[in-house]
Structures are given as C-alpha cells and as structure tokens.
C-alpha cells in the first residue's frame, strides 16, 4: 500500500532517511538543503533519534562518522560550499570504511555562488573532491518520489559497502513539490556482521568488504586515517600494505559497478541518444513525450557513481550521444572515454534547468 | 488538461503558500498530478514574490512552468515583473485594491485585500479570497479540494476566518 502526499523534494529526502531508519543527522544548514535538516530536527528526536546542529561541515561530517560507528545509520545535507569542507573527512571515511549518507543539495558554484539556483557543478568534486585514490558511491534523484527512495537506497548502500554514499540532489528537486506516494515499509539492508576474534579490518570474502566491529559491543578497534593494517594500527611506510588496502578500497566498490548499476533504457535502438541524470532527466522525457520518435533513445542514470558503463553497449546503432547537464559537460567527458561515437555535451550554468526547446535544437543541430 | 498558474505579489501575502495549497488540492482531493515551483530570491522578503504551479491530469514531466495560461497577481511590482507578458487566452486575476495596471489578456478585477480587511477585518486572508476567486472563475481544482487543502495548511484557530475568506472569494469570482 502507498499514500499520496504533495511534498517538496527536500521533505522527501527526509522522510526518506527516517523511513530507512536514520538515528543521527549532524549538519550545519545551508541553502538549498536547509528543509531536510529542518524536517529531521522537528521529526528525529520524537523517533528517539538525536538531532545536533554543528558548528560547521567538518564537523558535521566528523559527527555522522562518530556516530556510525556507534551503530546509527547517520546522515547529513549541505550543498557546495559545505560540501567542499567536508573533502577532508569524507577521505578519512572512505579510509576507516565508515558507512554514511552525505545529501548535496547542488546549487550553482563556485565558491559560494548562486545560492539558490540549481546545478550540477559537483559531479565531479564527489567522485574525486578528497585527496588520494578512493572510490564512492552517488545517486542523482530526478523527482520527488525518488529524492525519497533514493535516500533510503543510500543507506542500504553505505552499510552494505561501507562506504560513504551520496545524494547528489540539486536546486530543482530539492526545492519542487509534486505528488509522491510513500510505501508502508523500505527495504533495509544491515552491515556485515564482525566476527569475534577477527582482525577488524581483515577482509577475507570475495566482495573485500570486512565485517562491522561497531564501537561498544566489546571489540577492540583502532579506527585510523592513516595507511593501517588488518588490525587497524598504522602500518603507513609499507608500500605493499599501502597498495593492497587502497587497492581493496576502491575495488570493492568497482568490482561491484554492474550489481549497483541503476539506469533505464528507452528506446536501444535509436541513432540520437540522450544521457542525463537529475533534473535534466525531466526535460529529456518531455521531449521523448512530445516528439513520440523511435529514433530518440534515453539513458536515464540513477547510480552515477561508479559509472555504469556497460549501460552505452546498450544502445548499439548510436551514431551520437547527447549529455544535457548544468555544468560545463562533467559526466559527458566520463562518457566520452567509453564510446567511439561523437558526444554532444549541453551544458547549462546560470541556475535554470534546460528548457525542451534547448534541447530540440541540440538534437537538430548538425554534428 | 494542463494548466500553469502563475502567482506573484509582494512577499508576506502568502503568494507560495497559495500555490501549495492549490498544488495539494490537486494531488491530495482531485486525485490529479501538481509541481509546484518558485523563485528562491532575496525578492522574497519585500519586493515581488512569484511562485507557479503545473496542475495536470497525466503526470508532469517538465516540471517548470513556460506559458502560464492563469494568473494571479496581486501587487503592482509583481504585475510588472510576472503579470505584463500575459496574452490571450490566459486569464488574470488581479487583486484591484492593489494592481493599477491592467493585462493585455482577458482579466477578473478582484478587490481582495479591501474585501478582506472589510468584511473580515484581516487584509492577510487576501490571498485566501484570491484562491477562492480562481476557483470559482477556472475550476482548476474542485470547491471540496480547496477547501480540504486550505484547513490542511492553515493555523489551528484560524480555520473559519479562511474559509469565509475563501467563500467570499468564490462569490467575487463567479462569472456574471
């Protein structure tokens, strides 16, 4: 069963973390995220969650940390300039595998920007944005509903993982309402548990991700940015111990690129393909709606990162791939290093999300 | 049937919030589909404050409203900056208390804000009166659903005091 409700996307977004069972939000309020850390302030500490408002995004990405390893499924919201102080933690929770969710409301940078305009400027900062090699997990809602299951898919995905996961959010779902129908109950996936005795961050099964020693059920963890060995105590001038966990890191999460992939294809055949993800998705489907033309194809993408590669083989007599998105062609270069054929970037800057007849005009401009 | 309302006035009228009550009677009491968007703007404390709602049978998929074919305006700087392009055959509702200037499309004067602080000695139910109007003019959502969402999304104690100013509304907008 499901119930209708008439909800802005940042309201989604939190329901979406209380339905997924979030115990803890640490964050600091920025436009244009503010509602959900709003809607959780009022809602979470009548669930018996705690609710603290930081001093500033580093320390909010060092609570949500904290708190996972406490056992909460933890979560917080910002947008850019927020998103930019959390790098340093977010590098130390993709090393010490701390499960989290981080909501990025995107909105038009750099630096502090257009505060309540929409974009997609960051796509790039999530996968890459901390120092060193590591790898994430990001999801782009493109309606209400999914700023809903999206979130608590991002949970499932973090603690199935370890990993910190993203909601890459943006202006324009975000601040919308439209209809929504929420379910009676979500999908919960838990960590793996930690067997006693074990090394903790000893990984001995296929997928590379160790068990969940959480901190108070009586094991001893040493919880460590640096370079660390199975038992968690730093090991940072091994050169091999050094290659193996950063290799592991981003391995478990790549080698699992086809199992999270999350995309639709409309219309595999077609020669003129568009991609898009976020907002952007919205306008594409208008003019698939409205040009009703076989020879149009979408790819439609949900998990952005890891990229789903193999999705593009999917559409086998492309003869060109058109990318709208609001930045300056972040995912369209992603795109281009796994295609032969010509990729059609369409960015928008300046807040507003691509109108159809922009896109009409890419799709009929000649090559 | 597509329709794209547009509201503007000046911020503290409850211009978005009117828009959300009219995109919650659609998706909530008529069981149709609503995205409601708005300007996100220093503009929103003083200055002109507009806000717009796509209410639709299907569902919407280009969420942001390009050619509104209703409009509501109630002050003068929001006629000016969100009002003055309106052509026929959109229709405007125009608060007449407060909007001088007058459409080039087909347009219903409503005195609202006097009618409000008049009748019902509170000019901040003036918008209020204006959804009534634009009920009662387009019937872009059924009575029943306004008056579901209105008592959904106003203050507790303040219940009558919106009806009546939404009842005022649908007589002001009935077509003679």
Redesign the interface.
């Known amino acids: 069963m499901t119930r209708p409700e008439f909800w802005q996307g940042n309201t989604a977004c939190a329901e979406g973390a209380l339905a997924a069972g979030c115990s803890f939000f640490g964050g600091y309020p920025i436009t244009p995220s503010t509602e959900i850390a709003e809607h959780l302030a009022a809602k979470l500490p009548k669930k018996g969650g705690v609710f603290m408002q930081m001093e500033d995004e580093i320390a909010s990405m060092a609570s949500i940390i904290g708190a996972s390893w406490a056992g909460a499924r933890a979560m917080t919201a910002t947008s850019g300039p927020g998103f930019s102080l959390m790098m340093e933690n977010i590098g130390f929770a993709a090393m010490t595998e701390t499960p989290c969710v981080v909501v990025n409301v995107q909105r038009g940078g750099p630096s502090t920007g257009q505060p309540t305009m929409s974009a997609q400027g960051d796509m790039m900062q999530v996968r890459f944005g901390s120092h060193g090699d590591y790898a994430v997990i990001a999801l782009c809602p493109a309606t209400v509903q999914e700023m809903y299951e999206l979130t608590v898919k991002c949970f499932n995905l973090a603690d199935k993982y370890r990993v910190p996961v993203f909601l890459m959010a943006d202006e324009t779902i975000g601040h919308m309402r439209e209809k929504i129908l929420i379910p009676d109950t979500v999908e919960r996936v838990g960590r793996k548990p930690f067997v006693p005795g074990n090394p903790p961050f000893r990984a001995a099964d296929p997928d590379l991700i160790p068990g969940f020693p959480q901190f108070g059920t009586g094991h001893h963890v040493h919880v460590t940015g640096l370079t660390h060995d199975e038992r968690g105590y730093p090991a940072a001038t091994s050169p091999q111990l050094h290659m193996d966990l950063v290799k592991r890191l981003v391995d478990k999460i790549e080698n699992a690129r086809d199992e999270m992939a999350d995309y639709d294809v409309i219309n595999p055949d077609a020669e003129q393909v568009f991609i898009a993800y976020g907002a952007p998705v919205r306008t594409v489907q208008q003019v698939m709606h409205d040009r009703k033309d076989p020879n149009i194809g979408f790819l439609r993408i949900r998990v952005v990162w890891p990229f789903p590669e193999k999705a593009l083989a999917k559409f086998k007599n492309a003869k060109r791939f058109l990318i709208p998105e609001m930045n300056l062609g972040q995912i369209a270069r992603e795109i281009e290093r796994h295609v032969k054929v010509p990729v059609r970037s369409i960015p928008k800057l300046g807040g507003e999300l691509h109108t159809p007849a922009e896109l009409v005009r890419a799709l009929e401009a000649q090559p | 049937m597509r329709h794209e309302v547009r509201f503007s006035g000046f911020g503290g009228q409850g211009i978005i919030l009117s828009a959300?009550i009219l995109?919650?009677a659609a998706?909530?009491y008529d069981n149709k589909?609503?995205?409601?968007?708005?300007v996100?703007?220093p503009e929103a404390r003083g200055g002109a404050s507009m806000s717009q709602v796509i209410i639709d049978d299907e569902e919407?998929?280009?969420?942001?409203v390009?050619d509104p074919d209703i409009y509501v305006i109630m002050s003068q700087e929001g006629f000016e900056k969100y009002g003055a392009v309106a052509r026929d055959p959109a229709v405007m509702l125009v608060d007449s208390t407060l909007v001088h200037s007058r459409p080039e499309c087909r347009y219903i004067g409503i005195p609202a804000t006097r009618e409000a602080k008049q009748t019902l000695k509170r000019d901040i139910v003036a918008n209020i009166v204006m959804l009534g109007a634009l009920v009662a003019a387009t019937h872009v959502v059924s009575e029943e659903a306004l008056k579901k969402a209105i008592l959904d999304s106003v203050p507790k104690g303040t219940e009558d005091l919106n009806i009546k100013a939404m009842q005022l509304g649908l007589q002001l907008g009935k077509q003679p």
């Open positions: 959300v995109g919650r998706v909530m589909f609503a995205a409601q968007t708005q996100y703007g919407i998929l280009y969420p942001k390009s």
